[in-house]
């Protein structure tokens, strides 16, 4: 089955304590990234990698690191968490090409960070 | 700046009440539309997409979007609603000089009174 997985799915911890959150796809995309989702906010996009060794900064990066050594992964790392971190992530993936918008979503990491 | 805007912040309606969700977005060359939506507990899902061609596309469950040019804009409708399509619905634009930069708006809620 196609999809997209994150871990953990819930995650309460204290300001400074370094987390990851995992994030794997099986459909062989190039395209991934992370999102955090705040009412009133919509998606804000945190960092983007189109490939193997690419990242790039979206729309929020500060605070959040990304790596990408293989293709089907791309953790999201909170070296030092504080409150205005809490929140809830989604990884996404699709195809390099036109069909970049046509995202498949992980199920959701819910952030808090006390 | 690019962006997205969605005016109706939460949208109230009753069953077989037809539907109109505003999308505007400010950018001069081309686009990809989207809308997702994003059911209670759950990942965001593609409803329907535009790339080109016919600008009124139809998606999944009934629902439609009409992409006009010169009104930036990119509606979502459905003719009569069901108190199953309480969610959130999230429009999405892909700036296309810029290939892997999406852009969401802030959401609608929908909440369907049966």
């Known amino acids: 089955e196609a999809q997209v997985t994150q871990n953990p799915r819930y995650l309460i911890t204290v300001t400074g304590k370094k987390l990851t959150v995992t994030c794997s796809q099986n459909m062989n995309h190039e395209y991934m990234s992370w999102y955090r989702q705040d009412p009133g906010l919509g998606l804000r996009q945190i960092y983007y990698s189109m490939n193997v060794e690419v990242t790039d900064k979206g729309d929020v990066p500060e605070g959040y690191k990304v790596s990408r050594k293989e293709k089907r992964n791309f953790p999201l790392i909170l070296e030092s968490p504080s409150p205005n971190q809490t929140s809830l992530y989604f990884c996404?993936?699709?195809?390099?090409?036109?069909?970049?918008?046509?995202?498949?979503f992980g199920p959701g990491t819910r952030l808090t960070v006390t | 700046a690019q962006s997205v805007s969605q005016h109706n912040h939460h949208v109230i309606l009753s069953e077989a009440a037809s539907l109109e969700l505003g999308c505007n977005y400010s950018?001069?060359?081309?686009?990809?539309l989207f809308w997702y939506v994003q059911y209670p507990g759950q990942h965001l899902q593609l409803l329907l997409k535009?790339?080109?061609?016919?600008?009124l596309v139809k998606g999944i469950k009934g629902f439609e979007a009409e992409f006009i040019k010169s009104k930036f804009s990119f509606n979502l409708r459905k003719p009569s609603v069901q108190w199953s399509d309480t969610a959130e619905y999230f429009c999405a634009v892909i700036l296309y000089s810029s290939a892997s930069k999406i852009i969401f708006g802030s959401g609608t809620r929908l909440s369907i009174r049966p």
């Open positions: 996404a993936s699709s195809l390099l090409s036109q069909a970049l918008g046509e995202q498949y």
């Open positions: 950018y001069g060359g081309t686009v990809n």
């Open positions: 535009y790339f080109s061609g016919d600008p």
